[in-house]
């Protein structure tokens, strides 16, 4: 499975490189954040306030189906990810500016 092997996350501050990570195999976003020093705040890390919302800008990550409370498909049209609960499937570029 192409799942099966680690891939490298780069988070972003809208231009601004804050850090690099390796993903582990379901490893949440918010998880690998913090091994690349940058701190994305949570509250339920269960998928349902949207505290932890980010912007994909580059990669995939694993949706759920159906779509966790803190997430609707117009977020996710913009690029939007739950950190919390959401795991990369392929190298990633992550913006911790939220889409608005
Ligand atoms: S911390 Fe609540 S949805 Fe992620």
Redesign the pocket.
């Known amino acids: 499975m192409s799942r099966r092997r680690m891939v490298i996350i780069r988070f972003y501050r809208g231009r601004l490189l804050l850090g690099t990570a390796e993903a582990e195999v379901d490893e949440p976003l918010v998880d690998v954040a913090e091994k690349a020093g940058v701190e994305i705040p949570?509250?339920?890390?269960?998928?349902?306030?949207?505290?932890?919302l980010v912007r994909l800008v580059e990669g995939r990550v694993d949706y759920p189906d159906p779509l966790p409370p803190?997430l609707d498909e117009f977020l996710v049209e913009d690029g939007g990810v739950?950190?919390?609960?959401m795991e990369p499937i392929g190298a990633c570029d992550i913006d911790v500016i939220p889409p608005l």
């Open positions: 949570t509250n339920c890390t269960s998928g349902n306030c949207g505290t932890c803190g739950l950190a919390c609960c």
